[in-house]
């Protein structure tokens, strides 16, 4: 399975602010994704990234909130904007070469919004 | 769409003592059934999956198997270490659509 590299580990952010994660592939995949983990819980889908077009958003989550950009099959990044307090959570990029394969996960991103 | 639930919610067993975890889906053109292992602060990790033409799969001490008609899958782990202890999550997915749905994971600790 490709390895996917995803920065940061952790910041502190204050609420209003904006923060963008970044998650490198070191190959070709097809599909990549951005989830978000509250300790303790499962993974919950924010959006597909779609290569060279708009992601493709889950219910609850919107585009001006959480921009996603993939301009290429090997990079992807999720914004989370005007932060508040309820952002603080874990988001992990995944990535998958098909729909019945695997799905290798990023180190994630631990947020703190105070 | 798709619905995954996953029992139990938490798992103590003896070290050496089997552990069993459940799954069942709701979408019968799901196909792929993967299962993940993730420790505390790490990312999840796959550690066996199994596809809808197959019942049971092993590898070493962890099996799954699947039940198409009954819509269930299980993780069976035998002869637990305490290096098993972990959270473990199922997911399902179709082949012509990338997205995975997950269970709500169960935490296993191994007590030794």
């Known amino acids: 399975s490709a390895v996917i590299s995803q920065k940061p580990s952790r910041d502190i952010c204050q609420r209003g602010t904006s923060l963008t994660i970044q998650c490198q592939v070191d190959?070709?995949?097809?599909?990549m994704f951005w989830y978000r983990q509250q300790p303790g819980q499962s993974l919950t889908l924010i959006a597909t990234?779609?290569?060279?077009?708009?992601?493709?958003?889950e219910s609850g989550f919107v585009i001006d909130k959480f921009p996603i950009s993939r301009p290429n099959l090997t990079f992807s990044t999720l914004t989370v904007s005007n932060m508040s307090p309820e952002d603080s959570s874990i988001y992990l990029c995944s990535g998958k070469q098909g729909g019945d394969t695997e799905a290798f996960f990023g180190q994630g991103t631990r947020l703190t919004v105070v | 769409g798709e619905n995954v639930e996953q029992h139990p919610s938490t798992l103590s067993v003896q070290e050496g003592d089997s552990a069993v975890i459940k799954c069942t889906y709701s979408d019968s053109a799901s196909n792929y059934f993967p299962w993940y292992k993730q420790e505390l602060g790490k990312r999840p990790q796959l550690i066996i999956d199994i596809r809808s033409n197959v019942g049971e799969k092993k590898d070493q001490r962890i099996a799954v198997t699947l039940n198409k008609t009954a819509k269930h899958f299980s993780l069976h782990i035998t002869e637990t270490q305490p290096e098993d202890s972990a959270v473990y999550f199922c997911?399902?997915?179709?082949?012509?659509?990338?997205?995975?749905?997950f269970g709500d994971g169960t935490t296993l600790t191994v007590k030794p």
């Open positions: 190959s070709q995949v097809t599909m």
């Open positions: 997911a399902a997915s179709r082949a012509n659509a990338g997205k995975s749905t």
């Open positions: 990234a779609n290569q060279g077009s708009e992601a493709t958003y």
